[in-house]
């Protein structure tokens, strides 16, 4: 491959490379590692991710009292406000939240605020629940919060200056450029973060530091209900937004019981989720940006919530047309449960689903969390195949902090999805996590997530142990490597020693460089 500038120049054999070989050129001999397209990773937040990188990691936690025991140790190490991530009490053998009580037990009655692995719920301490009046608030349970309450505690645990947010910011774009991610999807949102956290992203207030970065498509999740709204809002933004949309929440997370469903769930028949935007003003937002030729896009896990996104759809092709909703991209972001009534409807109206692979490697299965919330319904959740044969664009992103910037980790889930009927190929996976992303994004270069003679220089460089075609039919010859098949060869991904990052090159500048790559 030869690189000239921010263009690839050329691709063809080793032999042909020789002769057209001049002094003119710095040679870089791979000693067979992979050069492949960057990843587009079309979810994250990456204030939050940042964030996580430095705050209490609770994700090991395998019960309550471990979970305690952390905060306990935090409280004698740290001073201030106690914050940490990633618990999941699914497993736990207590089968339970910590109260309030209980961590102000274990903390020496300090601020504590844990985010669950969902990041759409909570637990607090006494301590700060009492600051805040949580108690009085909707979604306020004992310690655990959902709703209200949870983003009434969340905004006081993310108080950050605008020089924390930018260092948090590039740490979690460093951690993506060194997992071969070439661009991120920012999913902003008012409830996450204020405006000047995305303005900074796009350098429009502040600095990130000297140094390329992965490319920021930038969203912003906050509803509008008429023109002036809408302007209001891009121009806040100074125009450079790609959409209004993202984690602009239909509903809630499986996780904390708020996914809107159509029967109650499983483990809890008192309720069926939560729906917390109308019909009619998401499907006037809808109308609004695609009117603007702007996406609109939405936040929506569980079946009734998404049977309220498609008629929104349809509310919103009354006002424009058909044709007008179809050509806007708009998108809908997780799409955890889908039937193929729904998935047809998606089709119709040229919406394309944004997914994170890497929850049903962590919570489907039998047993696991989506099986204990929704018991038989759980083995029709997060479709892949069936989106992708029915027509529908797929995109896979991490939902970061949700899941970690692992991008070969995501493939490797879609390949070996928990339901097997739902399973894909790696190179439909490997597509979804680069090409489609582009595409999605609708950043007007269709020949980014190539690398052929023309297209941009943005790819990536990777140390694999072995490279195969791999397919989701264990009855076909799956694991060819025979090159006359003509299929590209990706990384063998049923093992646990996965790819490993040695360059990153995003438009000719290096965003990374393994410290033994030279």
């Given at each position: 491959?030869?690189?000239?500038g921010d263009t690839i120049a050329w691709v063809g054999s080793e032999h042909a490379a020789t002769s057209i070989q ?252 939560s729906l917390y935007l109308g019909v009619e003003e998401a499907g006037r937002h809808i109308e609004l940006a695609t ?228």
């Amino acid at each position: 491959m030869l690189v000239d500038g921010d263009t690839i120049a050329w691709v063809g054999s080793e032999h042909a490379a020789t002769s057209i070989q001049d002094s003119s050129m710095r040679v870089v001999d791979l000693q067979g590692a992979l050069a492949a397209p960057g990843f587009v990773d079309s979810h994250v937040h990456l204030t939050e991710a940042g964030l996580a990188e430095s705050s209490l990691d609770l994700s090991g936690a395998r019960s309550l009292a471990e979970l305690l025991d952390a905060v306990a140790a935090a409280a004698r190490d740290t001073a201030g406000l106690i914050t940490g991530h990633g618990w999941d009490e699914t497993g736990w053998p207590e089968g339970r939240v910590p109260t309030a009580a209980e961590l102000d037990a274990a903390s020496g009655q300090r601020r504590v605020y844990l985010a669950r692995a969902d990041v759409h719920c909570a637990v607090v301490s006494a301590t700060l629940a009492a600051e805040l009046h949580l108690a009085g608030m909707d979604g306020w349970d004992n310690g655990f919060v959902i709703r209200a309450a949870h983003d009434a505690a969340r905004t006081v645990s993310r108080n950050l200056s605008l020089s924390e947010r930018a260092s948090y910011q590039r740490a979690a774009l460093d951690l993506a450029a060194s997992r071969g991610i070439v661009a991120v999807a920012e999913m902003a949102a008012p409830h996450i973060v204020p405006p000047e956290d995305l303005r900074q992203l796009l350098g429009l207030e502040g600095s990130l530091g000297a140094g390329p970065v992965p490319q920021v498509l930038p969203y912003w999740g906050q509803l509008v209900r008429s023109e002036a709204e809408l302007s209001e809002v891009t121009d806040m933004f100074s125009g450079r937004l790609l959409g209004l949309g993202g984690d602009l929440n239909i509903d809630g997370s499986i996780g904390a019981r708020t996914a809107a469903l159509r029967e109650p769930y499983t483990d809890a028949p008192e309720t069926s989720g939560s729906l917390y935007l109308g019909v009619e003003e998401a499907g006037r937002h809808i109308e609004l940006a695609t009117r603007a030729g702007l996406q609109a896009g939405f936040h929506v896990i569980g079946d009734a919530g998404l049977d309220a996104a498609i008629r929104a759809l349809q509310l919103a092709a009354d006002a424009v047309g058909e044709s007008a909703v179809r050509a806007a991209h708009h998108r809908l972001e997780h799409v955890e449960l889908s039937d193929d009534a729904a998935i047809s409807e998606l089709v119709r109206f040229g919406v394309t689903a944004s997914m994170q692979p890497v929850f049903d490697a962590v919570w489907g299965g039998p047993g696991r969390m989506y099986s204990q919330r929704l018991g038989s319904r759980s083995t029709g959740m997060n479709r892949y195949a069936a989106l992708l044969s029915a027509g529908v664009p797929v995109v896979f992103g991490s939902d970061a902090p949700v899941t970690s910037l692992d991008p070969w980790r995501t493939v490797q889930a879609a390949v070996m999805h928990s339901s097997a009927h739902e399973r894909i190929s790696a190179r439909a996976a490997f597509i979804a996590h680069t090409r489609a992303g582009w595409r999605a994004a609708g950043t007007g270069n269709p020949m980014l997530g190539q690398l052929a003679p023309g297209t941009p220089a943005s790819f990536a460089v990777w140390e694999a142990d072995e490279l195969m075609v791999q397919t989701p039919d264990a009855s076909v010859a799956s694991w060819s490597t025979d090159p006359r098949a003509g299929t590209p060869l990706l990384p063998a991904l049923d093992t646990d020693s996965l790819p490993r990052c040695l360059q990153t090159v995003h438009h000719g500048a290096e965003l990374y460089r393994a410290p033994d790559f030279s």
